[in-house]
């Protein structure tokens, strides 16, 4: 039997467990990853460092819980088809890995591929689905991304519900991240397979890469929702391509589109802008916002863009965002958001942190070059 009859025979007998309720992912997944700032240059050491990076910052008072790694940690199979860590930069194993995660009250995520190997040439799942989700459950595993290189061709919504079917057959809740890069239009068929799923190619460190991916999220929105997240790529906060006000516009945008928050930076050493865009309350808290409604464009002037996203207290929250080179005057009228334009509403900068007013029809601010104003409106009658 062929690998694509293997894969149609796994998907029909493990149908009744395809559905992804796993009671994950009712809220953005908020955390770390490595592969943004190290890429392959991962071991043991770094990862236990993060882990303890997050609770002297602070960053887990403020939601962010996985810490995981992504590809390069496992080296090889053993004569069962187990996969192994890489002896050198993991010596002491997942398990204790994951161990040390969890002894600081957070969770641990691991890297795999839907092919025969990963994009990094380590061992991938394709056929090993079953033995990897048992080992990753036993390890102590949290969250698994799950990437989409070395493939043989076969389709992706065939390649993944397997692996969503073994996860499920651990008994272990497992957060499944579906690194798929939207080659075919996941939004339209993840929801029934995994908690979150790309929707654009790799991000890197720029202005020209961090908006292009906002804009090809966008397009997806409707398909968003408790359990089930777009995910237009890792955040690179604090990496240095871009500038204090490209960064904020960048975690402004992800907020607003209900994107999974993974903190893409060296935490170890990060510096006070990074923490203090990474950590800005206000606009975490319409990322988690129990509504789940993802935020997209309502308007287009040009250069000059309106996004809206309601929120479960009846309040909207709004972002004007320039992204031409000069600063520009935007508004963001009522009828927009949608709000009927007759209604009285507070009007709150979360980047200032303040109630600029209460304001009828419209609000207009002077917007940054690249940057963006972001606000929470709450109608005066609720």
């Not at 991962?42 to 609770?55: E, G, K, P, V």
């Not at 459950?137 to 070395?150: E, I, P, Q, R, T």
């Not at 398909?223 to 516009?249: K, Q, R, S, V």
Request: charged letters at 20%.
């Amino acid at each position: 039997m062929d690998r694509v009859s293997q894969l149609f025979l796994l998907c029909s007998l493990t149908s009744v467990a395809l559905s992804v309720d796993n009671g994950l992912g009712k809220v953005p997944q908020m955390g770390w990853n490595s592969w943004n700032h190290f890429k392959c240059g991962i071991n043991d050491d770094i990862i236990r460092q993060t882990a303890d990076a997050f609770i002297t910052s602070g960053l887990n008072k403020f939601g962010y819980r996985y810490v995981n790694i992504d590809d390069c940690w496992a080296s090889s199979r053993d004569s069962n088809g187990i996969v192994q860590a890489d002896p050198t930069s993991f010596p002491k194993g997942i398990a204790d890995l994951a161990n040390y995660v969890h002894s600081k009250g957070l969770l641990f995520g691991v890297y795999s591929d839907a092919g025969n190997k990963t994009c990094a040439g380590r061992p991938g799942s394709l056929g090993y689905e079953t033995n990897d989700a048992q080992t990753y459950a036993g390890w102590g595993v949290d969250y698994l991304k799950y990437d989409n290189c070395n493939s043989d061709n076969i389709d992706p919504k065939l390649r993944y519900p397997v692996m969503q079917g073994a996860l499920n057959k651990t008994g272990r809740p497992i957060f499944f991240s579906m690194c798929e890069w939207g080659v075919e239009f996941p939004a339209t068929w993840a929801p029934a397979v995994g908690n979150s799923w790309r929707t654009t190619g790799d991000i890197s460190d720029s202005w020209d890469s961090m908006i292009t991916r906002a804009d090809q999220n966008n397009l997806w929105a409707q398909f968003a929702g408790p359990g089930g997240w777009n995910d237009p790529d890792m955040l690179e906060i604090g990496n240095g391509g871009m500038t204090t006000t490209e960064y904020e516009t960048h975690f402004s945008l992800w907020c607003l589109m209900k994107a999974p928050l993974l903190i893409g930076t060296d935490v170890r050493s990060m510096s006070s802008d990074t923490f203090r865009i990474l950590t800005n309350v206000e606009v975490i808290a319409v990322n988690q916002d129990s509504k789940g409604t993802q935020g997209r464009k309502v308007n287009i002037t040009g250069d000059s863009e309106v996004w809206s996203a309601p929120l479960s207290d009846g309040a909207f929250a709004v972002i004007l965002l320039n992204r031409a080179d000069t600063a520009a005057s935007i508004t963001a009228w009522w009828e927009n958001l949608p709000l009927d334009p007759n209604t009285a509403a507070a009007v709150r900068d979360l980047w200032q942190q303040q109630t600029v007013g209460v304001m009828k029809g419209s609000v207009t601010a002077d917007v940054a070059a690249h940057g963006v104003v972001m606000y929470r409106i709450t109608p005066a009658s609720l």
